[in-house]
């Protein structure tokens, strides 16, 4: 029998987080995943660090973006420590370019915005911006800066957060998969894997990505559901980008800023279930609207394409906290912010599980939200 103060099921970047945090509060940590750790959508991602909203849906989270992005220097500093890894974090801003539509009118719609989120947002003159960014195209017709964003490459802050959490005693154990919560009394006291063990624990947090919803006891509170993103990464010896870029249909993360310089190009946004596949159509789409935006990278060579599952939710908020089932915490349902909001949730899950308090307000992403829906969905018909 296995006893544990907590178990955590998922070790992508959330599971991964919230172990190297209650490690570091002297807990003993198991971290479950069916697959080698950090594997799905943390390997996946593009790292970018952007608390801006991409629609009205995710207005409720920009508070909790700018919390977790002023976490990161620190947590960068301590991962980095701890492990004695690079992260390949990077601060500097990202561009906003607007190429179509009235662009001065979007342009300040874009600042107003965002001034009125608390983020930060400077309109940039087309000259200015061409002198920060000369590789950009002729037909952007606006531009902004967003001078607090930042961003990371995941792979390499995946591998040094596992090591982080192994340094303060965090147990991995990859190729263990859960198929049920062990509950008793109304309280979950552990986890019940594929072969038949069972993980005792005072604490169970579930971090499983989009697979989150085949938990059967969590289902009706984790409603999570896979969203495909392609990505293609170009390397290329022209004008090295400096910045994040961002355009309506793309975005391009600067792994490096030397010649040659490799770029990540991202992303489609797609419902195809659990199908992990690199389309034709997909590449398409980021590759053409890359080109557009900045014309030499139709010169660049595609050294690797890659997709993976953001774990969405039918609201776009992450599920966050705890439900009616006692020593059961909810961390999942990230989305499109998984890395920006690991920190930031690796800290409120640890002050929970720890104080029973947390430092800020996680109700608006309560598990529960979605059975009050349900009850006020039946009481009405
Ligand atoms: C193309 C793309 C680009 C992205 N770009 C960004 C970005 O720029 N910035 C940003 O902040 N976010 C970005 N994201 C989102 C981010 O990657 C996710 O929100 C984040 O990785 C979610 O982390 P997670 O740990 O919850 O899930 P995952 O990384 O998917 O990890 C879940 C883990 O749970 C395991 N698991 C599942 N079921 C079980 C089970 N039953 N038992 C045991 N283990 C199980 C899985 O094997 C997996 O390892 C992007 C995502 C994609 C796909």
Redesign the pocket.
Known sequence: MKTYDVAI????????SVAYELGQRGLRVAI???????????????????PAPNCSAAFPLVPLGRAGLALYPQFIGTVEEASGLRTGYRAGGAIEIIRHGDAERELSTLVALHHGLGLGCEPLRLDEARAMEPALGRDARAAALLPDEC?VD?RALAGAVLSAAVSVGVTLRPG????SLAIEADKCVGVK?ASGETFHAAHVVL??????S??PEAAPYAQTFP?????AVLRHCGTPIRHVLRSEHV?L?PRNLESPQTVIV???LEHAGYEKRVTSGGLEKILAAANELVPELAHAEIVET??????GTPDQLPILGSANIEGLVF????????????PITAKLVGEWIAERRTSFSWEAFSPLRFRRENNDRSANT
Not at 227 to 231: L, M, P, S, T, Y
Not at 306 to 311: E, F, V
Not at 331 to 342: D, E, K
Request: proline share 3%; glycine share 18%.
């Open positions: 099921v998922g070790g992508g970047i959330i599971g991964g479950l995943d069916r697959r080698e750790l950090m594997r799905e959508a943390s390997w996946a991602a593009a790292g970018m660090l952007s961003s995941p263990v998969e859960a198929i894997t971090a499983a990505g989009c697979w989150s085949q938990i969203v495909r993103g392609q990505i975005y993360v991202g992303s489609t890659w997709c993976g599952l953001r774990p961390a999942t349902g990230h989305y499109r912010n998984g890395i920006l909001l690991a």
